[in-house]
T-cell receptor, first 113, second 113 residues
Framework: EADIYQTPRYLVIGTGKKITLECSQT?????MYWYQQDPGMELHLIHY???????EKGDLSSESTVSRIRTEHFPLTLESARPSHTSQYLC????????????FGPGTRLTVL | DQQVKQNSPSLSVQEGRISILNCDYT??????FLWYKKYPAEGPTFLIS?????DKNEDGRFTVFLNKSAKHLSLHIVPSQPGDSAVYFC????????????FGTGTRLTIIP
């Protein structure tokens, strides 16, 4: 069973607030990912990391930023939340081996009022 | 430009019958394909994958078929069970799974008891 955790699960905040979505995994995976998903839509990759101190932007432009100071931790930060940031944010990880099975966390559903 | 397409947003199947979910892709560089299952308020769960060197992969009630010439894959679930009701995402990757995943928009499967 995958051990990847996201907090908070649900967050409702006002416009202009700074927020950090937490993601941690205990599997020692090098590769970690953040996806954004709106209802009925595909998962869009917004950030990824292939190891400590490595971060890259994904296919979908995002105003969020990420950091990877420790292997197990990959937080996502929004400096000033806006209603357009309302979405579900999913974190995933995988080992560096040949199998590309990504393990997903439960997600954070963010609502910005 | 959507590179992975799931043209059926929803599908209803009688319990015990076969469920067939379809997925088409346009990028000829894709050579590794995965199916994920997602329940509401949870992250996607990996189901089954297939490499382009194969045309079929089976795991219990789940079988994935790949038709490279048609750039088409399908997931067969037999027999379908009520617990299979969920959204199913098709995903694709290049370099035999070492590149980022590109997801389809998902198909909502409902199993009718």
């Amino acid at each position: 069973e995958a051990d990847i955790y996201q907090t908070p699960r649900y967050l409702v905040i006002g416009t202009g607030k700074k927020i950090t979505l937490e993601c941690s995994q205990t599997m020692g995976h090098d590769k970690m990912y953040w996806y954004q998903q709106d209802p009925g839509m595909e998962l869009h990759l917004i950030h990824y990391s292939y190891g400590v101190n490595s971060t890259e932007k994904g296919d979908l432009s995002s105003e969020s930023t990420v950091s990877r100071i420790r292997t197990e931790h990959f937080p996502l930060t929004l400096e000033s939340a806006r209603p357009s940031h309302t979405s579900q944010y999913l974190c995933a990880s995988r080992s560096g081996g040949a199998v590309n099975e990504q393990f997903f966390g439960p997600g954070t559903r963010l609502t910005v009022l | 430009d959507q590179q992975v397409k799931q043209n059926s947003p929803s599908l209803s199947v009688q319990e015990g019958r076969i469920s067939i979910l379809n997925c088409d892709y346009t990028n000829s560089m894709f050579d590794y394909f995965l199916w994920y299952k997602k329940y509401p308020a949870e992250g996607p769960t990996f189901l089954i994958s297939i490499s382009s060197i194969k045309d079929k992969n089976e795991d219990g009630r789940f079988t994935v078929f790949l038709n490279k010439s048609a750039k088409h894959l399908s997931l067969h679930i037999v027999p379908s069970q009520p617990g299979d009701s969920a959204v199913y995402f098709c995903a694709a990757s290049a370099n035999f799974g070492n590149e980022k995943l590109t997801f389809g928009t998902g198909t909502r499967l409902t199993i009718i008891p």
